[in-house]
């Protein structure tokens, strides 16, 4: 009989979505509580890559991580062109974008105040 790892608080999967991140040197990574804003997931999000090529690794990586060490399965969209990856790991969604298409589409906007978007860049 194989042993399930236990599966993670919000907190602990949102810790080792940031550790993964900055292991591979993704850029600009901010997280967003969503506790209380939504019902999708506790946390969000939101990294850079410097091209599609770091966009798509950064994503295989956090994946392969999360499936590892939690067990859990992440359901992944936008991998094949790695302009914006979205990974719904359940209590988190991660964003990972190029920079261009993140400045277009500006997620930070639509789910922080201006004093968290401010703090959150420092």
């Not at 990574?29 to 019902?39: A, F, M, Q, T, Y």
């Not at 209590?91 to 639509?110: G, N, S």
Request: glycine share 4%.
């Amino acid at each position: 009989m194989t042993m399930r790892p236990e599966q993670p608080t919000s907190e602990e999967l949102l810790a080792r979505i940031l550790s993964s991140l900055d292991d591979d040197k993704a850029e600009d990574v901010v997280s967003i509580d969503l506790r209380g804003k939504s019902e999708m997931a506790d946390y969000m999000v939101i990294a850079s890559g410097r091209s599609s090529r770091q966009v798509a690794a950064i994503a295989e990586k956090l994946t392969d991580r999360l499936k590892q060490e939690f067990g859990r399965l992440c359901k992944v969209e936008g991998k094949d062109t790695a302009d914006w990856v979205l990974i719904d790991a359940g209590d988190a969604i991660v964003h990972v974008f190029r920079p261009e298409v993140r400045e277009f589409y500006q997620l930070e906007k639509m789910w922080m105040s201006p004093a968290e978007a401010a703090a959150a860049r420092n």
